[in-house]
């Protein structure tokens, strides 16, 4: 009933989102190697609109890598845009010793407050109409450290 209310209060968007499927997803889910493709548009500017913003970390179904027919929601970073799509980086509170992942600290976006490193390998595709909630934004430094950490594993990032 909540999520009904805040969707009914939450302001529209002037471009509609895109609704495409690709291959190996189901209905609901966002599209994570499908469309768009190309270069992202990388940029800093969060607003605490009720919309997610680059510089931002929010919550989606990000589907798994190895079975994409499950997914699960996952706070991600969005970093930029591709058109009509946002692209961002998933954060997890599980610790990684490899360099794929870069430690973040702690802050709003995880209930708990506990450390979050973000996975510097791995793009994600989010339909903006499929955010459920913004948990934070990264300071602009420390969004410039993720950005230029990601850079030698994402071709993609312009």
């Known amino acids: ?70 997914s699960k929601d996952r706070p991600v970073l969005i970093i930029g845009s591709r058109g ?3 692209a961002g980086l998933q954060l997890t509170s599980k610790h990684h010793e490899t360099g794929l992942f870069m430690d973040i600290g702690s802050g709003p976006w ?14 994600i595709n989010v339909d903006p109409s499929r955010v459920r909630r913004e948990g934070a934004a990264l300071s602009p430094a420390l969004f410039a450290k993720v950005v230029d950490a990601a850079r030698p594993y994402l071709t993609e990032l312009h």
């Open 1 to 70: 009933m909540l999520r009904r209310l805040l969707r009914v209060l939450r302001p529209k968007r002037t471009q509609p989102a895109p609704r495409r499927r690709t291959a190996g997803t189901r209905q609901g889910q966002p599209a994570l190697w499908g469309p768009p493709s190309g270069r992202v548009l990388v940029s800093y500017a969060p607003r605490r609109d009720g919309r997610a913003d680059a510089g931002e970390i929010v919550w989606t179904l990000v589907t798994f890598e190895d079975d994409r027919t499950q």
């Open 84 to 86: 009509a799509w946002l």
């Open 110 to 123: 995880d209930r708990q407050r506990r450390p979050s490193q973000v996975r510097l390998d791995r793009l």
